[in-house]
């Protein structure tokens, strides 16, 4: 199944209320964090509580996911093994910075799919990018395991780990977001944004959502329930931008059909890079659910 992943809102696993807020707010995808959101000595009731939520709360149309602690350590299989009986929508691990990390939580998950009769790949695999070592491997990361599902950006973590130090504009890290986004996009997954952590400054928060949006991110990590209708407004094409990018594409198909190759439409130059915008447009309106998947293609 291809979920639409515009807004991922983080709620702390061991606390059933924030879950059970969480699971009724319509955001896309709800992770519930096992790692930085729960204390050390709370892992275990995180562990439950989850369980427990998963079986018991309706969470709507929101997409279920876990966010376990890193492999590098070894509370990673117990957060597995506590939580999947409970059927999660998907797995999401912190951290990674090897592609064996990758594939030693997907043979968890194999065996668990094998287990109770589920599809081969049926529980996604989100990876979280957030050291320098984890940019630079990027490329075994990405092609590690069909599971994997997108990647998305840890900003806080990166910068620690580079020695930086984080701004509003992002300069420290626009390598690394931009990397993240291209091995996601060369591997066919989706590329999820680094939290905004403001979270007051709603217009900052659009901003950034936008600016991402516009370089190719399909979705941004949330940690509060504020940011969910401000980011998810930001990945959903308009009306207009729907109607502006089906018109250019039939005005394409119509040049192609005369013969024609690049042509001048309302004022500009239109040739295939222009058209892929186009269809992007599309791509995102189809999977925010606001245009069926055959219309416009």
């Known amino acids: 199944m291809l979920y639409v992943r515009r807004a991922l809102l983080f709620m702390p696993g061991d606390d059933r209320h924030k879950i059970a807020k969480g699971a009724g707010l319509n955001v896309d995808s709800l992770i519930m964090d096992l790692e930085d959101g729960v204390a050390l000595n709370r892992k275990r009731e995180g562990r439950e509580t989850i369980a427990a939520a998963l079986r018991e709360l309706d969470f709507g149309r929101s997409e279920k996911l876990v966010r376990i602690n890193p492999a590098s350590t070894d509370l990673y299989t117990d957060d597995i093994r506590a939580t999947v009986d409970a059927l999660p929508d998907g797995y999401m691990l912190p951290k990674v910075e090897t592609a064996v990390e990758v594939t030693a939580v997907c043979a968890l998950l194999d065996e668990a799919e094998t287990r109770l009769g589920?599809?081969?790949?049926?529980?996604?695999?989100?990876a979280i990018i957030?050291?320098?070592l984890g940019i630079i491997n990027l490329r075994e990361i990405a092609s590690a395991h069909p599971r994997l599902a997108a990647l998305a950006f840890g900003a806080d973590d990166f910068s620690s780990s580079i020695g930086s130090t984080r701004t509003p504009e992002g300069s420290e890290s626009f390598y690394a977001r931009s990397a993240i986004l291209t091995y996601a996009r060369a591997f066919d997954l989706q590329a999820i944004d680094t939290p905004y952590t403001d979270l007051h400054n709603v217009e900052g928060l659009t901003a950034e959502t936008e600016m991402v949006m516009r370089l190719g991110f399909t979705g941004k990590l949330a940690i509060h329930p504020r940011q969910i209708e401000p980011i998810q407004a930001a990945f959903t094409p308009s009306a207009e931008q729907i109607a502006k990018a089906q018109r250019l594409i039939a005005a394409h198909d119509e040049h192609q059909a005369a013969g024609t190759g690049a042509f001048a439409y309302?004022?500009?130059?239109?040739?295939?890079p222009v058209v892929r915008a186009a269809e992007n447009v599309l791509d995102r309106a189809r999977l925010a659910g606001i245009l069926p998947e055959?219309?416009?293609?």
Do not use: C, F, H, K
């Open 130 to 132: 957030e050291t320098a």
């Open 266 to 272: 309302e004022g500009r130059m239109v040739d295939m």
């Open 118 to 126: 589920l599809a081969p790949n049926a529980l996604p695999l989100i």
């Open 294 to 297: 055959d219309e416009g293609q």
